[in-house]
């Protein structure tokens, strides 16, 4: 499935008077994959979106579709559309128009475009909807004609600018499976641009960490979650306790004074490392058969578990467990090798 | 408080501000009906001013030139105001406050100040004045307004909405066209608006910037209230009819718009047509331009053209009409309201081919070399001029340059019923007469009231010994405190003849005609002399057409058409017959006519030197800005 | 809409050449004296010492006050205007508004013609008050005709604005007032017309300034003698002839307006916002 990316950024740059937004940015999009650029706000994920959509023009750098240099097309040149953040539909058209706009200025036989139209708006779950004011849909619906509008084009990328922000939480979640399904249904790439760290997990194919205008790890979700390169990552993706240590030999790491077996390979010997231990990994057993003790300083109840503060000799963890102990419980913690992830000081 | 129910009291408040407003409306409408000219008294129902109104051509051309301009302003200005706006909203910072505060100019500064600024601009860019000059300045003040209310709108617009047509295909003319001006649409709608009324109700900056006979309603209406004239209610009804319902309409389209949205046919079908409306509508538009460009060149090349300046109602438009017609040419007429004015004008580059000024700026402009010999040989009722008028002129020694228009003098006009006939022993003197403080007219004129006050105090009208200049400014200055009189201009005679208010320093003509209206009134001419005048027709250095232009002037020396034309204005003629025939028939015994010229203390006005010239304006101005 | 920039430099060209140029050319001609010809020109400020004498400045004072006059009457008589059609429903204020709008679209001349034949001596207003038996003083051609005429002419410009103020307004801050326990008086005092300021502010600025420069409803109503700055400057142009005195009076016109539109600028709360 890897093997053509269709859009490549060669070393991007984007400067804005004297700031630097973006530095150096190598990323290769693939054909029908779901590829969200994960960053805070101001990392410059927006940029990389714009500059592949044509709104903005990279300082320096190449953008390269399916090989051709696409750096000077303007955007209506692009085979690639996209769903900008707060719809943008357009007030003055209702439904039908706003989702037939491309096809109108390609002078598409109007016949055709009612057929699209309404395959789109099937697709999207808007039938019916075809001669509604924009202005009277609700934040969930309009979505959805932006969306309906961007792929009736039949680009080759769609692009989509944190489309899910400006909704609640619950038709989040349902957007959020509701964009994978159609992601699926017309087989195209989509390039997804979001801050929220759980929304990227659930729906990607390849998540791109980005912070302060550098791409700080590509990946799965699942080697991001697990694997985090450093300390960044570690802490924008999920909860974590992170904690300096000595990395032994291989599969060896020493930190809060106590030797643990681990799975990472190919530091060097002693080197100065950091240990990302995610909260949920870190099991709790009787104080009397660990290496680890401590004492429970906190608590509080999450729904499905409990987040527990425990104070050790060194540091507080952080730990969720589903069993339920008192306040001021002496326990113990250990952790399993393969939940041990050893990341260079970054 | 909304919704709640409104009182009697604030409802009453409502209908008397709005009595107010349309108060003049109403009584303009309704006097457009009176048979007479009164617009006081209503005497019976008559269209007969709407039947006169539709065959003045001067007054149609007007309505045309203003609605037209008002058009070609607005739609201009609203596109250049539009992409300016559109493209401001994105420019760096330094020319984004350049342009606003230009822009800020024209809607700040007083209309006076921007008409003045583009009658220099006109005059040094040697423009020559008219159509095109009043439409660039029309443009010229009605964009700032669009750009805005235009502004505003783009400032506040989703701009992700032009990259996402230009995402969706569109390249930026059609995402500028499809969804950025459908976006701003309330605000260039507002622009337009304003815009067009600015236009369509200016007057000041078209006064100052038009020429070569251009008028629009605004002008018309200035000049036309010089006299009397229920034309002009006609025609302000007309328009204020038009507007209503063109206001009317416009708030009640997108009521009917909406009931009809309901049917979905309709809806089919209009989409269609709307898409082809708008070039439907740029193409009449454009064709309405190259109809105007056409007629207006092509009624300057195929025929000659003759261009006149004339003093305010001093001539009968249809013997206007009548030449033009013998002689297959056309006239271009426009109108002046002072020797001065006139000598500005000329000054500002404005170029005309016969003039009729009076005896002393005649002068000036032989002196100055503005005025080309007249060939006598093609004035065939030179004999018919009154000779007293032809020989012996100062201003014009050998008589080369001038063909005597009309003359008379300057008197007062007083009403028998409240001035005491021994006060008239005065003579000016009666003008400082306490008795009729707050009851007299001045006329708005430089030199005759030097004149008076000069003439009063025993010195020459034509003095230039300063001395005697300032102790006639005394006279005028201690006359304005405690006489509180109105200087006015023609309309004298509208005042006089509904008799406002007793005395009034008129021109022997404007005498006549007033008495000849008003049996209540007189006139005399003071024994302490006055001011002898003659206006006459001159050809200018510019005139190509030497012939026509005689022709033209030995036109108004026919005796069936001097007749007519005395007729209309009233003055006395220069032609001995039509003189006669006045003097004998229909004004015999109006002291107004035939002008008393043995008293030796009469004079004729003379050009001065630049520095009394200078010094005198001086004067004036002072005195006419006294407190 | 980066691709838009470029739309506004074709205004940038049209209006030097036309705004900026112009004025330009009046402030030389305030400068210099010569014939009104730029040709034979020499520099001079004795255009603007002229301007001091007392006679002058006494027009610019008369300006000044028919200005503030006009203003302060139009204010008064349209901001209850304003604010009693705001209580309408929408559809009967847009109607209001409308016969509100209509006098401006109709010429000023005409509209200014109009009141001669009400005021004049003889004319409608005095015959009426004659058949009540008031004897009526002369109104044409003084102070109170001039004002009179432009109030009518300007009403329009004040009572729009505020209008708008007034409808823009947030209605749950006067209901919050009152919740905090205002009574009418307080919340029409201390909320509605702070609210509608702006739009005070507006109206009270365009019709100042076109009251102090007018020129046409001065010469109909007021009489030749009838001076105020715009007369002035028409006289000096057209009359007199002297182009250079005439430009000395309209730049001053223009910078003290200028003086009188950032004045404006500072009270107004919108314009602060956006600095």
Same mark, same amino acid.
């Given at each position: ?346 | ?388 008028? #032809?020989? +012996?002129?100062?201003?014009?020694? %050998?008589?080369?340059?001038? @063909?005597?228009?009309?003359? =008379? $003098?300057?008197? &007062? ?79 004298? #005679?509208? +005042?006089?003849?509904?008799?406002? %208010?007793?005395?009034?320093? @008129?021109?022997?003509?404007? =005498? $006549?005609?007033? &008495? ?112 | ?275």
């Amino acid at each position: 499935m890897k093997e053509h990316p269709i859009i490549e950024l060669k070393n991007i740059t984007k400067n804005f008077g004297d700031q630097q937004v973006l530095r150096g940015i190598d990323l290769n999009i693939y054909e029908n994959e779901f590829l969200t650029l994960l960053g805070p706000s101001g990392c410059g994920k927006t940029t990389i979106l714009r500059i592949i959509g044509g709104f903005e023009e990279a300082s320096d750098g190449q953008v390269l579709f399916n090989g051709d240099d696409i750096a000077k097309l303007p955007p209506y040149k692009r085979e690639v559309n996209t769903v900008f953040q707060k719809y943008a539909l357009f007030p003055f058209l209702n439904v039908y128009e706003n989702v037939a706009f491309g096809l109108h200025l390609k002078n598409v036989d109007e016949d055709v475009i009612i057929n699209k139209v309404d395959k789109m708006l099937t697709m999207v779950g808007l039938k019916g909807y075809e001669k509604r004011d924009v202005t009277s849909l609700s934040g969930g619906q309009q979505q959805r004609v932006a969306i309906a509008r961007a792929l009736i084009n039949e680009p080759k990328v769609l692009l989509l600018d944190e489309p899910l922000g400006a909704l609640d939480a619950k038709l989040r979640k349902d957007m959020q499976i509701e964009l994978k399904k159609i992601q699926k249904e017309v087989g195209i790439t989509f390039v997804f641009v979001t801050h929220d760290q759980e929304e990227a997990l659930t729906m990607s194919d390849t998540i791109v960490v980005m912070n302060d205008g550098i791409v700080q790890q590509i990946g799965s979700p699942i080697d991001i979650y697990n694997e985090p390169q450093n300390r960044f990552v570690a802490e924008f993706i999920g909860e974590s306790n992170i904690i300096e240590g000595t990395m032994i030999r291989d599969c060896l790491v020493k930190f809060d004074g106590i030797e643990w077996e681990c799975v990472d390979k190919g530091f060097r010997e002693n080197e100065e490392i950091e240990v990302v231990l995610r909260p949920e990994d870190m099991d709790v057993i009787p104080a009397t058969d660990a290496k680890l003790c401590g004492k429970i300083v906190s608590k509080v109840f999450m729904g499905v578990h409990y987040e527990y503060m425990v104070e050790t000799a060194n540091r507080q963890y952080k730990v969720h467990t589903t069993e339920n102990y008192e306040l001021g419980t002496e326990i113990g913690l250990t952790i399993d090798p393969y939940d041990i992830q050893v990341m260079h000081i970054g | 408080m909304r919704l709640k129910k409104i009182s009697l009291g604030p409802k009453l408040y409502i209908a008397v501000c709005f009595l107010f407003f349309y108060l003049p409306i109403a009584v303009t409408m309704f006097f457009s009906f009176n048979s007479s000219k009164s617009l006081t008294h209503f005497t019976g129902f008559s269209l007969h001013w709407y039947e006169k109104l539709l065959t003045d051509q001067n007054i149609l051309a007007a309505v045309y030139v203003s609605i037209s301009i008002a058009i070609f302003a607005t739609i201009i200005s609203t596109i250049l105001g539009t992409i300016t706006a559109i493209g401001l909203s994105k420019s760096r910072k330094v020319l984004k406050e350049w342009i606003l505060n230009v822009n800020n100019i024209p809607i700040m500064n007083p209309d006076i100040v921007t008409a003045i600024s583009l009658m220099i601009l006109f005059t040094s860019a040697r423009l020559e004045r008219g159509y095109i000059t009043m439409l660039l300045a029309h443009i010229a003040f009605c964009t700032p307004f669009v750009i805005t209310s235009v502004y505003p709108k783009v400032r506040s617009m989703d701009h992700n909405l032009a990259d996402v047509a230009m995402d969706l295909g569109a390249t930026p003319f059609q995402a500028l066209t499809k969804v950025i001006v459908p976006l701003l649409r309330p605000g260039i709608f507002a622009g337009m608006l304003l815009a067009f009324t600015m236009s369509l109700d200016d007057f000041v900056v078209s006064y100052f910037v038009t020429g070569n006979g251009v008028a629009n309603i605004s002008i018309i209406v200035y000049n036309m209230t010089k006299r009397i004239n229920p034309t002009i209610n006609a025609l302000s009804t007309l328009l204020i009819l038009a507007v209503v319902i063109v206001l009317v309409g416009v708030n009640l389209w997108p009521a009917i718009k909406a009931k009809r949205r309901g049917n979905p046919k309709y809806q089919a079908v209009t989409k269609r047509k709307s898409k082809k409306l708008v070039p439907i509508l740029a193409g009449i538009c454009i064709i309405a331009v190259g109809i105007t460009c056409v007629t207006q060149f092509s009624a300057i090349s195929s025929k000659q053209v003759l261009r006149v300046f004339n003093s305010g109602e001093y001539i009968d438009m249809d013997l206007i009409a009548q030449f033009e017609d013998e002689y297959d040419c056309q006239v271009v007429y426009e109108t002046f309201d002072s020797n001065e004015s006139m000598y500005t004008k000329l000054q500002s580059g404005a170029t005309y081919d016969i003039l009729v000024p009076s005896d002393y700026m005649i002068e000036r402009l032989i002196e100055e070399d503005y005025l080309k010999k007249i060939d006598w040989k093609q004035i065939t009722h030179k004999d018919d001029i009154i000779p007293s008028l #032809m020989e +012996n002129n100062e201003f014009d020694p %050998k008589n080369e340059y001038t @063909v005597p228009y009309y003359w =008379g $003098t300057v008197g &007062i006009l007083y009403d028998t019923n409240v001035v005491d006939e021994e006060d008239l022993a005065q003579g000016w003197e009666i003008l400082r007469n306490p008795k009729y403080k707050g009851d007299l007219y001045m006329y708005d004129s430089e030199r005759d009231s030097f004149m008076i006050a000069l003439k009063t105090l025993g010195y020459s009208m034509n003095t230039t010994n300063k001395k005697e200049l300032l102790e006639a400014y005394d006279w005028l200055i201690q006359q304005r405190e405690t006489m509180d009189p109105v200087y006015v201009g023609d309309d004298v #005679m509208d +005042n006089m003849i509904s008799g406002n %208010k007793a005395l009034a320093v @008129v021109y022997s003509g404007d =005498g $006549t005609y007033v &008495i000849d209206e008003n049996e209540d009134m007189s006139f005399f001419v003071p024994e302490q002399g006055s001011n002898v005048w003659t206006d006459g027709m001159v050809v200018t250095k510019d005139c190509n057409n030497m012939e026509l232009a005689c022709q033209f002037m030995d036109f108004f020396l026919d005796k069936e058409v001097a007749i007519q034309n005395t007729e209309y204005i009233g003055y006395d003629s220069a032609v001995q017959s039509v003189y006669d025939y006045y003097r004998e028939g229909d004004y015999a015994g109006n002291p107004g006519c035939g002008p008393d010229t043995s008293n030796p203390l009469n004079e004729v006005f003379r050009n001065q030197p630049q520095k009394i010239k200078a010094f005198t304006a001086n004067l004036w101005t002072k005195i006419k800005s006294h407190k | 809409m980066r691709h838009f920039k470029g739309l506004a430099y074709p205004y940038v060209a049209w209006s030097f050449a036309l705004i900026a140029l112009p004025l330009l050319l009046i402030v030389l001609y305030a400068v210099t004296s010569g014939d009104n010809s730029l040709i034979t020109i020499h520099f001079t400020l004795d255009n603007f010492r002229k301007i001091g004498d007392p006679v002058y400045m006494n027009v610019f004072a008369k300006s000044l006050e028919i200005g503030l006059i006009v203003t302060l009457i139009c204010l008064v008589m349209a901001y209850p205007l304003a604010y009693i059609i705001s209580w309408f429903n929408d559809e009967i204020q847009s109607i209001l508004i409308l016969v509100v709008t209509i006098p401006m679209w109709i010429n000023t001349l005409l509209r200014t013609y109009a009141w001669v034949s009400l005021l004049s001596d003889n004319g409608l207003i005095s015959q009426l008050l004659g058949i009540v038996g008031i004897h009526a003083p002369a109104m044409m051609y003084t102070n109170f005709a001039v004002i009179i005429g432009l109030v009518c002419d300007l009403l329009p410009f004040m009572v729009i604005p505020i209008h708008t103020s007034l409808t823009k307004m947030d209605y749950s801050l006067v209901e919050a007032a009152k919740d905090l326990g205002a009574n009418n008086f307080q919340t029409f005092r201390k909320v509605i017309l702070k609210l509608s300021l702006p739009g005070v502010i507006n109206g009270v600025t365009l019709v100042f300034l076109c009251s102090i420069s007018s020129f046409v409803v001065p010469v109909l109503l007021g009489g030749r003698q009838y001076m105020l700055i715009g007369n002035l400057i028409e006289q000096q142009f057209i009359s007199i002839g002297d182009w250079n005195f005439g430009s000395a009076i309209s730049v001053l016109l223009a910078i003290a307006i200028l003086i009188v539109m950032s004045l404006m600028r500072r009270i107004d709360p919108d314009e602060k916002g956006e600095k």
